[in-house]
């Protein structure tokens, strides 16, 4: 009936752009990790949709120019919320 989102998925679909993007500028895995100071290991886990921080995904957005669209997303969300009437 409804089809429920769940965090995993949402890891998985972020280490998969990641892994995308980092493909399509000719980035290897080693690069980026010593681009923004982490380990290998540390991208290896996030492109694999296991165990990453916050801080991390964040570095990784940043260093990939994705961080603004991020936060244009999230601006605009937050206006919606606040500019909508509630029912209550």
């Known amino acids: 009936m409804f ?3 769940e965090i995993k ?3 998985e679909s972020i280490g998969q752009l990641i ?3 980092r493909k399509n500028r000719k980035l290897t895995q080693a ?3 010593s681009a923004i100071d982490v380990s ?3 991208i290896k886990k996030l492109e694999k949709g296991n165990n990453f921080t916050i801080d991390t995904i964040l570095k990784v957005l940043k260093e990939l120019d994705l ?7 999230i601006t605009q ?3 919606q ?3 909508t009437k509630s029912l209550y």
């Open 77 to 79: 969300t937050k206006a």
């Open 31 to 33: 690069e980026l990790a």
């Open 9 to 11: 998925t949402v890891k």
């Open 19 to 21: 892994k995308a993007v």
């Open 40 to 42: 290998i290991t540390t």
């Open 67 to 73: 961080l603004e669209v991020l936060n244009s997303e």
């Open 3 to 5: 089809e429920v989102l």
């Open 81 to 83: 919320i606040l500019n």
